[in-house]
């Protein structure tokens, strides 16, 4: 059964304009995760929240930004899309700082143009 | 290099028969996790490790820190096992990172 949903499924945007993605867990986790996963299925996390901080950038591209509300959701803007951005960005979430298990979103694929 | 090395990369397996997976670490893993992307790109949770073993019907996992190294057993190989499998390593660093490896990709033949 899902309980990390992401939203948009895909998104084909231009080169130059600013996408948002939206993830919410209903598991009630304190640590939320971003990562993306390039066309040979690498995976890298992005971004990591608890409690409305952020624990660990791992030197993404500044036009990335996580967005939290509350520890419910966490959503990533970027600001100016590039080509190399094309991927899909998963969402997880995890009950403490790393020390428990991660539970993954659907993904969202972006195609740049 | 890479901190989480998968092997083998690719992977058939004739339906019923028996295989392991393997991830070596370059980092001191605290915890691992492992996972199957199915062909929707879903990753579904299969394990999550401390050292030590668990199992979980025709899968069985296991976590050496010392050695810094999982595997991964499938027992009795389905079609429906086919897809990505991903290990992930929890570092010792001081910030929750997590590290993936490249994944096998396993297809099970009729």
């Known amino acids: 059964e899902t309980a990390v949903f992401q939203t948009p499924n895909y998104h084909v945007t231009q080169v130059g304009n600013e996408v948002s993605f939206n993830c919410k867990q209903t598991?009630?986790?304190?640590?939320m995760y971003w990562y993306k996963q390039d066309s040979k299925k690498l995976l890298k996390i992005m971004f990591s929240?608890?409690?409305?901080?952020?624990?660990v950038n791992e030197t993404v591209p500044r036009r990335f930004s996580p967005q939290s509300s509350d520890k419910a959701h966490l959503n990533l803007r970027i600001k100016s899309v590039e080509p190399e951005d094309s991927a899909v960005y998963l969402c997880?979430?995890?009950?403490?700082?790393?020390?428990?298990?991660?539970?993954f979103g659907p993904g969202t694929r972006l195609t740049v143009l | 290099g890479d901190k989480v090395k998968q092997s083998p990369s690719a992977l058939s397996l004739q339906e019923g028969t028996n295989s392991a997976l393997r991830c070596n670490f370059s980092?001191?893993?605290?915890?691992v996790q492992w996972f199957l992307q199915n062909p929707r790109g879903s990753l579904i949770n299969l394990f999550y490790?401390?050292?030590g073993t668990k199992e979980n019907g025709r899968l069985k996992s296991a976590f050496d820190s010392k050695e810094s190294y999982s595997t991964l057993h499938i027992r009795d190989a389905q079609l429906e096992d086919s897809g990505t499998y991903f290990c992930?390593?929890?570092?010792?660093?001081?910030?929750?990172?997590?590290?993936f490896g490249k994944g096998t990709s396993l297809t099970v033949i009729p």
């Open positions: 980092i001191a893993a605290t915890t």
């Open positions: 992930a390593a929890e570092g010792d660093t001081g910030y929750q990172n997590f590290y």
């Open positions: 929240y608890n409690n409305k901080q952020l624990i």
């Open positions: 490790l401390v050292p």
């Open positions: 997880a979430s995890s009950d403490d700082w790393g020390g428990y298990e991660q539970y």
């Open positions: 598991l009630g986790h304190d640590t």
